[in-house]
Structure formats: C-alpha cells, structure tokens
C-alpha cells in the first residue's frame, strides 16, 4: 500500500532558528515529492522534487530528495512568525496524489 | 479573482440531505480533484477526473458522486449526508502530466448535524 509519513506531528519554535521537516514515502511508481504550505485554508505549493540531491531553494526555504533512502526534508532558516503553517508533502505514483498527515509548526515572536 | 473557485464556501446541513459543492476554474487545466481534510488524516482524495469523459474513483469515494459537466466545473454530491462527512472540502485542479503541482481552491466547510 503507497504511504506517505510525515514527522514531527507538530513544532514549536522561537523566531530565528532554524527547522527540520521530514517526509518518508513507499510507493511503487515514483515519480515526483510535492511540498505544500497550508495556512489558514488552501495549501499552496512549495517545491517538486524528482531527482536524487538537487536541493530546490526559495529564500529561506529548501528541500532536498533522496530516493535511495525514500526521504525528503524541507529546511526552513531563520523563520518568522509568517512561516506558522501546516506543511504538506504528498506523492503521486500514480494518477492519485498520497498526502501525508502534515507537520504543523508554530513559530513564537 | 480566484482562479479555482469552490461554492459554498460553508455549509451546515442535516443528516440524509443531498448536498452539492461546485468548483470552477478558469485555468484551463484537465485534470479536477475533490478532497476531503479531516484533522490528523491529512488530505485524502474522493473523486478525479482528467475530462469531462473520463471520471475514476479515489482513496474514499463511498457516500459520494460526482458530475464533470465542462472542462471547468466539476461538482462533488453527497446524495445522503451523514455526519462522518462533516469535513473541509478542497478542489484542485493541475495541468498536463498526472505528477505536476496541484493547485486548490479556498475549500468548504461542511458540518453535517
């Protein structure tokens, strides 16, 4: 069965540091990782991935893909109160998108 | 203005009522989703459609139907609520190849009483 985990469930931080989100994924036709911000309503996408260790950077955020190891991480340095989201990830193996559960961070002024 | 739109933007309703969500776009994209957000179960998909000939089924279609009634309006009913339904719906529509990003509309929120 395609699965899409994400971790950690959720994270609380000061403005300035710097975070980790993870997204693990068992497919059986890989084609791309999806990254998605959701705020108060609609996600909003972030980045595609489809090859191994070519990091995508936007600002302050970037994200890197290891198919090897079946993971992608989204980086986010030197955050900000605006940057207080739900991250999604999601996979589509097929014609169907798989999302994971999100990761909801909150960042503290 | 929006360019996926969903209508109505809320909604209460009661138990065995047929309710209907409407999602425009102006996009131009093929492909059309509806999902469903339910908190700790992330975005799940119901129904897909790649044109108004082609509708196939998602993760979760039970309790649902859809119309593709153009390239730009696709319609999600259910035809007896029950309150497990109640939910945040979301449209999205993509362009071209199945893997490419999503983009959604503003969602709707369904309480089912």
Redesign the interface.
């Known amino acids: 069965e395609d699965k899409v985990v994400q971790s950690p469930l959720s994270l609380v931080v000061h403005e300035g540091d710097t975070v980790t989100l993870n997204c693990s994924y068992e497919v059986t036709n890989f084609?791309?990782l999806?990254w998605y911000k959701q705020e108060k309503?609609?996600?909003?996408?972030l980045f595609?991935l489809?090859s191994s260790g070519i990091e995508k950077k936007s600002g302050r955020l970037s994200s890197i893909l290891d198919k090897k190891e079946l993971f992608s991480i989204l980086n986010i340095t030197a955050t900000q109160t605006g940057d207080s989201a739900v991250y999604?990830c999601?996979v589509?193996p097929?014609?169907?998108?798989?999302?994971?559960?999100?990761t909801s961070l909150t960042v503290i002024p | 203005d929006a360019d996926v739109t969903q209508t109505p933007r809320n909604r209460i309703t009661k138990t065995g009522k047929r309710i209907m969500l409407e999602c425009s776009q102006t996009k131009g994209h093929d492909r059309m989703y509806w999902y469903r957000q339910d908190p700790g179960l992330g975005l799940r998909l119901i129904y897909y459609s790649f044109d108004v000939k082609d509708i196939n089924k998602g993760e979760i279609s039970d309790g649902y139907s859809v119309s593709r009634q153009a390239q730009a309006k696709f319609s999600l009913s259910l035809e007896s609520a029950i309150p497990n339904q109640t939910a945040l719906y979301f449209c999205a529509t993509s362009p071209g190849l199945a893997f490419n990003e999503q983009f959604f509309g503003p969602g709707t929120r369904l309480t089912v009483l």
């Open positions: 084609r791309s999806l309503k609609a996600p909003t996408f595609m489809t999604l999601a589509p097929g014609n169907q998108f798989y999302f994971g559960t999100g």
